[in-house]
Nanobody
């Protein structure tokens, strides 16, 4: 059974930082491309950042220079370090895992991030 379990969300003031974690089980983690997506109320889910099995990263323009995605294959975990948070970053953040040749696509349950004073 595949599980992606996000943690680290919460309430933070503008300009603050949070680190999200996504622990994967039931997959050969090092083979998977991993990503973070977010969905704000009334909006479509959007890509935040991705990291390939080889470690290449990609970011949405809105988070470049503020967010950093990383992975620890020995811990089966992907991280999203979020700095200089803005109210516009408020959303539910979802972890995503895509298998080799897009053979599988899995989602976590999401974690809420709220940026507010």
């Amino acid at each position: 059974q595949v599980q992606l379990v996000e943690s680290g969300g919460g309430l933070v003031q503008p300009g603050g930082s949070l680190r999200l974690s996504c622990a994967a089980s039931g997959i050969i983690f090092r083979w998977y491309d991993m990503g973070w997506y977010r969905q704000a109320p009334g909006k479509q889910r959007e890509l935040v950042a991705t990291i390939t099995s080889g470690g290449s990263t990609n970011y949405a323009d809105s988070v470049k220079a503020r967010f950093a995605i990383s992975r620890h294959n020995a811990k089966n975990t992907v991280y999203l370090q979020m700095n200089s948070l803005e109210p516009e970053d408020t959303a539910v953040y979802y972890c995503n895992a895509v298998g080799p040749f897009m053979s599988n696509n899995y989602w976590g349950q999401g974690t809420q991030v709220t940026v507010s004073s």
